[in-house]
């Protein structure tokens, strides 16, 4: 079913919308009509960033959009800042007339401001739509706002609807649309193909534990494999979490979510690589055969893990789909991952973290986080904890006994999973909006995604790997 996403391609009897700041308000207002110039007066417009004002025209009708932003050339607070219009302008379609500074960057938290999750109740109102911006290429703007409205849904859909089979029935349907060659691996299959922490994770859940595998491209193209932690619900386990916490566990399959959204931008922009994606898809449940704190598995890469604790279980799905994906050697491999709580304490929920053994990789990721407003923040594989993840009885413990610098050490976890960290880079994802901010909304999202599709895209047309 086709998504709308509130893109229109034609102008024509669109509402103009006049970004303005307020260092030039006064000239901007001097070639306004003296009746607008009262109007903008009366209502106290002073074109400051994130003041609107919908201006009438002779007949009473909305003839324009005034919106304050910040200065030309002042460092943007808020990228996403154009998306409020999106909340306060009444049904109609809308284009930009005096353009804002990067006119892709708020077209896309317009669209993205738009997004309402309405699989339970219908939408309230039509909401405004956007005209293409001139000069931004539509069919791209538009790709990326249906991959993170697919995405959020994916995220905001609860447990009982969006349980591992409808995880890996998205993935697959993704698959098919593209021409994917796709493979799932489900239940006692997984200990046959030995996948044996997945099936430990997910084995005490009513729905079967999986592995979804699916691959596009040419062979000879750049190798960029995907990896999406997909946990679509998490009671923590035998280690079972408090209610508070667990309540909203049914976007543990973020990680999932950002991978599919990210996959979607590249095949639908035709992106030449040899694309793909694996996604270990669980519940972590309570039951008989739920798995204990101090069992031992020996996970695919051959080494022993010693239980910890059983809320520490993404590390452990993503473990065996890690080794997996190191066993193609790829270019590039990516994973994402609702990880840990101590990420949101260090950096909140707008920032997720990345960890990577590259220097150049890392920059490169920083690089394209900023110019897509797509913020990440590079966090330190700290040699020095690492040993805190030795076992005693076992290769490695899924947790250190001293609780600090967790997600430095998940991800140090990780890292002994990947056969070449310098190609490798983790992004422990929070997936999720507390509050409705520009671009936005409260509820599901998917991070990180944007600024690889341009990293991947960059990578992809140059030829190369690093």
């Known amino acids: 079913m086709a998504?709308?996403?509130?893109?229109?391609?034609?102008?024509?009897?669109?509402?103009?919308?006049?970004?303005?700041?307020?260092?030039?308000w006064e000239g901007y207002?001097?070639?306004l009509p003296e009746r607008a110039r009262a109007f903008a007066r009366a209502c106290g417009f002073e074109a400051k960033p994130g003041q609107s004002l919908l201006e009438p025209g002779e007949n009473g009708a909305l003839e324009r959009v005034l919106f304050g932003v910040e200065a030309h050339g002042a460092r943007q607070r808020d990228p996403f800042l154009a998306g409020k219009l999106a909340t306060l302008l009444p049904p109609g379609v809308y284009r930009f007339d005096r353009a804002a500074a990067d006119p892709e960057a708020a077209a896309l938290a317009f669209l993205l401001s738009r997004y309402r999750f309405s699989r339970y109740v219908a939408p309230k109102a039509e909401r405004a739509r956007l005209c293409a911006p001139k000069g931004v290429d539509a069919a791209r703007l538009a790709r990326i706002v249906r991959a993170v409205v697919m995405g959020r849904d994916l995220v905001n859909t609860p447990a009982n609807d969006m349980g591992p089979e409808a995880l890996s029935g998205a993935a697959l349907e993704l698959a098919?649309?593209?021409?994917?060659?796709?493979?799932?691996?489900?239940?006692?299959?997984?200990?046959?193909?030995?996948?044996?922490?997945?099936?430990?994770v997910g084995r005490a859940s009513a729905q079967a534990p999986r592995l979804v595998d699916f691959v596009h491209g040419p062979e000879d193209a750049l190798k960029v494999t995907l990896v999406?932690?997909?946990?679509?619900?998490d009671t923590g386990g035998l280690d079972i979490k408090p209610s508070s916490s667990m309540l909203p566990m049914k976007k543990d399959m973020g990680g999932a979510a950002v991978a599919l959204s990210l996959a979607s931008m590249l095949l639908e922009g035709e992106v030449p690589v040899r694309l793909r994606v694996i996604l270990p898809i669980v519940e972590n449940s309570v039951s008989a055969s739920a798995y204990r704190p101090g069992d031992v598995y020996r996970g695919r890469k051959g080494l022993s893990v010693e239980i910890g604790n059983?809320?520490?279980?993404?590390?452990?799905?993503?473990?065996?789909?890690?080794?997996?994906?190191?066993?193609?050697?790829?270019?590039?491999?990516?994973?994402?991952?609702?990880?840990t709580g101590a990420a949101r304490v260090a950096l909140g929920p707008e920032l997720p973290p990345f960890y990577t053994g590259c220097d150049a990789l890392a920059q490169d990721i920083a690089k394209h986080a900023a110019a897509a407003a797509d913020p990440v923040?590079?966090?330190?594989?700290?040699?020095?904890?690492?040993?805190?993840?030795?076992?005693?009885?076992s290769d490695v413990v899924n947790v250190t006994s001293n609780g600090m610098a967790g997600s430095i050490t998940a991800a140090l976890f990780l890292r002994r999973f990947v056969?070449?960290?310098?190609?490798?880079?983790?992004f422990d994802?929070?997936?999720w909006n507390p509050a409705a901010k520009p671009g936005r909304p409260e509820g599901g999202d998917i991070q990180a995604a944007r600024l690889l599709y341009d990293l991947i895209s960059a990578r992809a047309a140059e030829g190369r790997a690093s």
């Open 429 to 431: 994802v929070y997936c």
């Open 228 to 233: 999406g932690k997909g946990v679509c619900f």
């Open 176 to 200: 098919e649309r593209h021409g994917a060659t796709s493979r799932v691996v489900v239940g006692g299959a997984l200990l046959t193909e030995n996948f044996p922490l997945i099936h430990a």
């Open 419 to 426: 056969a070449d960290p310098e190609r490798w880079a983790h």
């Open 29 to 31: 207002a001097a070639g």
């Open 377 to 393: 923040w590079r966090m330190p594989l700290w040699d020095n904890y690492d040993s805190g993840l030795d076992g005693k009885i």
């Open 3 to 24: 998504v709308d996403i509130g893109l229109d391609e034609g102008t024509r009897e669109a509402i103009p919308i006049d970004f303005v700041d307020a260092g030039d």
């Open 310 to 339: 059983t809320d520490a279980e993404g590390r452990l799905v993503l473990a065996d789909a890690l080794a997996l994906a190191s066993e193609d050697a790829p270019d590039l491999l990516f994973d994402f991952a609702t990880l």
